[in-house]
């Protein structure tokens, strides 16, 4: 248990408050609208679907004012990077604002859903109200002042009804709007049609505007001059208790209806109310209830996160406009594109990342990018793989392909924004590193290697981090070629210092190999370099064993936190989550634990 509250406990905790808020506030407003007498005769219209349709209400705003806290990437990034005294558990919580964003949106769509088919019944009943046909249309109608009932229309389709007023005009938008933002956000869609997600959800502003002005036209109506009245004993003639111009909606709607169940106990069983109450049939007709609505009140709750999100733009407009300027591009094996960059005031930590826009090949489109250079550097870089239209017109763009030499004025313009936070940032808050890259996941650990290296070589006292190791998890041999370089210059500096001790890196490859190079890595066994990579570090084939590897590193560090840091493939970061967890404190063969906490650190994009 104490293993895995280490990882999930805080997150377990953060989920726990959420969702017991959205149901405090679902059941809150439902009894509130189903037991309270202020909506006593409305309730006797619309049935239960008043009540759910009031208590979604509450959760849909509450959701939509948090929905866009984990996208102000610069706020967060405040947190977690410039407020050094944010603690280690919030800034993990804070690494994790997309997966919050992921679970708001479905809260969402799921009380949308809710909210909109409880206001069907509604309409429903409301038109059967307005023409009389329902069994208590006609006495209800009576006790009430005419703006009780939003409908009047003749119509008698429910949906078509929904469409004269202003709430059901906006929540048809809201659900298209929510509809296509949802679905163009789907795993598969969005990494086949990035274009698609990046517009759609832009649909969001249309959504606001309408979410905001949903409740404007205030169709629920509560009474606002209700007062219980009170009799000594049936078959009084004592005057009425209640203030002038006072209801009480419970003993009308008995006198109007015979409906008794509601009333005090005390008068169940009077057969007749108006002539055992004499005066209360005409005072309920002459106090008519004065019904009122609250008005919107969305607007209430998403106020403050729109002006944090309205901030957060600005911010990143402002950052856009400066000037960036292509110093170098260097075409790497595999289709795998380096840009060079520097911007003044530009400054960034270890692994962060970017978002870049070309706007002369699309104007509105930004795509997120790791930085793969440290802060040491006069640069900041970024590696990009060709695999979409949007990569291969940039890298065609900046000479990719060409044989003649590209001046820097022909190369194309590139707005930057960010630095924005990472995990990886962490990986000198802790004693031991591991830094684990599933294929092209290893971006983020070129950036962490070499400033781990140049951190190293200033022999500060104040560093903590004493040792790395680092997996990386290659599904073909390609995967291999823009990244082996950097490894090379790395393992001929760490030779050079006397210092092959500090960083600890092992490479598998997982498929892609064949008999020929079977061959040659056979015939190579003995030598001093790797038969495919070139280094000193021998590859390994198949999958790394996890189970062998987290005992090493508790037994090599014991008493240690050990930082582990994972970019990669969904599939494997399940499985290394589940291997810190296990390995946490594990007891050794004699049955005392070996200390070691293993911190679990996963990249979002």
């Not at 009389?132 to 078509?160: A, C, H, W, Y």
């Not at 392909?401 to 022909?410: C, S």
């Not at 967890?581 to 994009?605: P, R």
């Amino acid at each position: 248990m104490g293993n895995w509250l280490l990882n999930d406990g805080p997150k377990s905790l953060l989920v726990f408050l959420w969702l017991g808020t959205n149901i405090g506030l679902y059941f809150g407003f439902h009894f509130r609208f189903e037991l309270g007498v202020n909506y006593y005769i409305l309730r006797k219209v619309l049935f239960s679907a008043l009540a759910v349709a009031r208590g979604s209400a509450a959760c849909l705003n509450f959701n939509c004012m948090l929905i866009l806290f984990p996208v102000c990437r610069n706020l967060i990034s405040l947190f977690r990077g410039t407020c050094r005294c944010t603690p280690r558990s919030a800034r993990r919580l804070l690494d994790k604002n997309l997966t919050f964003h992921k679970w708001l949106a479905w809260a969402i769509t799921f009380h949308t859903a809710l909210h909109t088919g409880s206001h069907m019944f509604n309409y429903y009943y409301f038109i059967a109200a307005y023409d009389l046909r329902g069994s208590i249309g006609q006495p209800v109608m009576g006790l009430v002042s005419p703006d009780f009932n939003p409908v009047k229309t003749d119509l008698e389709d429910p949906v078509t009804v929904m469409w004269t007023t202003v709430a059901g005009v906006t929540g048809h938008v809201i659900i298209i709007c929510l509809f296509l933002m949802i679905t163009s956000s789907i795993d598969i869609m969005r990494r086949s049609y990035y274009e698609v997600f990046w517009y759609t959800h832009h649909l969001f502003v249309v959504f606001f505007a309408c979410f905001v002005v949903h409740g404007i036209q205030g169709l629920v109506k509560g009474h606002t001059n209700t007062q219980t009245i009170y009799y000594p004993k049936p078959n009084t003639s004592t005057s009425l208790s209640a203030a002038p111009g006072d209801q009480d909606p419970v003993l009308c709607y008995a006198a109007a209806t015979g409906f008794m169940d509601d009333v005090r106990p005390l008068y169940r069983n009077v057969p007749d109310i108006a002539a055992s109450f004499p005066g209360v049939v005409a005072y309920c007709n002459e106090t008519r209830s004065v019904v009122e609505s609250g008005g919107a009140q969305s607007w209430k709750w998403v106020i403050v996160p729109l002006f944090f999100y309205l901030v957060e733009r600005l911010l990143r407009v402002y950052r856009s406009w400066q000037t960036v300027v292509i110093t170098k591009v260097v075409s790497h094996p595999s289709r795998v594109l380096e840009i060079q960059m520097k911007k003044k005031g530009f400054h960034a930590d270890t692994a962060q990342y970017v978002f870049i826009c070309a706007p002369e090949i699309r104007y509105f489109e930004w795509h997120a990018f790791t930085l793969s250079s440290s802060p040491e550097e006069g640069y900041f870089s970024v590696h990009i793989r060709q695999v979409g239209d949007w990569t291969t017109e940039l890298a065609r763009r900046c000479g990719e392909g060409r044989k003649d030499f590209q001046q820097a004025y022909d190369m194309p313009k590139i707005l930057v924004d960010g630095p924005f936070g990472t995990p990886s940032e962490d990986i000198f808050k802790h004693e031991v590193g591991v830094a684990v890259g599933g294929g092209i996941g290893v971006t983020p650990f070129a950036s962490v290697l070499k400033s781990i290296w140049y951190q190293s070589q200033q022999q500060d006292s104040t560093m903590k981090l004493k040792k790395v190791y680092f997996y990386w998890i290659c599904p073909d041999t390609h995967s291999f070629e823009w990244f082996q370089s950097l490894l090379q210059h790395l393992e001929e500096q760490m030779l050079e210092r006397g210092a092959e001790g500090f960083i600890e890196y092992k490479i598998y490859l997982t498929r892609g190999f064949n008999t020929t190079m079977a061959r040659d890595i056979y015939m190579h066994e003995e030598a001093d370099g790797d038969a495919i990579t070139g280094l000193q570090q021998k590859t390994n084939y198949g999958r790394p064993n996890w189970d062998q590897i987290f005992p090493e590193l508790a037994g090599r560090h014991p008493g240690c936190d050990i930082g582990v840091f994972f970019c990669g493939p969904p599939v494997l970061s399940a499985m290394l989550h589940r291997k810190c967890n296990e390995y946490t404190d594990m007891a050794d063969s004699s049955g005392n634990s070996s200390g070691t906490k293993f911190y679990y650190n996963k990249e979002n994009f």
